[in-house]
Structures are given as structure tokens and as C-alpha cells.
Nanobody, 124 residues
Framework: QVQLVESGGGLVQAGGSLRLSCAAS????????MGWFRQAPGKEREFVAA????????YYADSVKGRFTISRDNAKNTVYLQMNNLKPEDTAVYYC?????????????????WGQGTQVTVSS
């Protein structure tokens, strides 16, 4: 059974940094795409970034491009989201997701497995 466990959220001031981790287990993920999504109160879940586990190809939402970096550690079966220059509008619950096929997609409905989420709060 696939399990995704996020960690690393917290409270940070605007301009600060956080690194989120997503520990994946239960499968061999080499043919998977991994994504980070976020959901603010009263808003729909939105795409943040995605990475192909096999190739390392990445894709970002325009709102985070140049500030966030997604990466993976194959040996640890862990995906990371390094978030720099955080802004108050980045405040949300951040979710890790896995998609069986490695094509990078932004639609959350195309992802098969989800973590429980981790709260990120950016104060102004």
C-alpha cells in the first residue's frame, strides 16, 4: 500500500525559507510522477510543482517558479520542496501526491495517492 508522509511545515516570516519532505513507501516509484499541491482556506487545491521520479524532469506553477525547487532522493524514496523567499500568499496546507505514470500533470484529479498534508504559514 502506497504511503506518503509529509513533514517540514511550520510558521515563517515573509522572505524566509522552509523545506518540505515527502517520504514515500509501499511501491517502487521509478515510473511515478510526484507532485506538490497546496490548498488555502476557501480555495481549491492548486498545483505547485512536479517531478518525474525516473528522469528528474521538473515542472512548476508560475506563481512559485524561481522561488521553489522540487527534487528527489532515490536512495531515501523522498521528494523535497525547497521554498525560498516565501510570501504570505504561500500560506496553505501543502500536500504530496503520487501519480502512477511519469507524465507531469497539474490536475490534482490525475494523481492516485495523497499524503495527509503539512501546514505552511507565512507571516507578513
Amino acid at each position: 500500500q502506497v504511503q506518503l508522509v509529509e513533514s517540514g511545515g511550520g510558521l515563517v516570516q515573509a522572505g524566509g525559507s522552509l523545506r518540505l519532505s515527502c517520504a514515500a513507501s509501499g511501491r517502487t516509484f521509478s515510473n511515478y510522477a510526484m507532485g506538490w499541491f497546496r490548498q488555502a482556506p476557501g480555495k481549491e487545491r492548486e498545483f505547485v510543482a512536479a517531478i518525474s521520479w525516473r528522469s528528474g524532469i521538473t515542472y512548476y506553477a508560475d506563481s512559485v517558479k524561481g522561488r521553489f525547487t522540487i527534487s528527489r532522493d532515490n536512495a531515501k524514496n523522498t521528494v523535497y520542496l525547497q521554498m525560498n523567499n516565501l510570501k504570505p500568499e504561500d500560506t496553505a496546507v501543502y500536500y504530496c501526491a503520487a501519480r502512477v505514470y511519469s507524465v507531469l500533470l497539474t490536475d490534482p484529479h490525475m494523481y492516485n495517492y495523497w499524503g495527509q498534508g503539512t501546514q505552511v504559514t507565512v507571516s507578513s
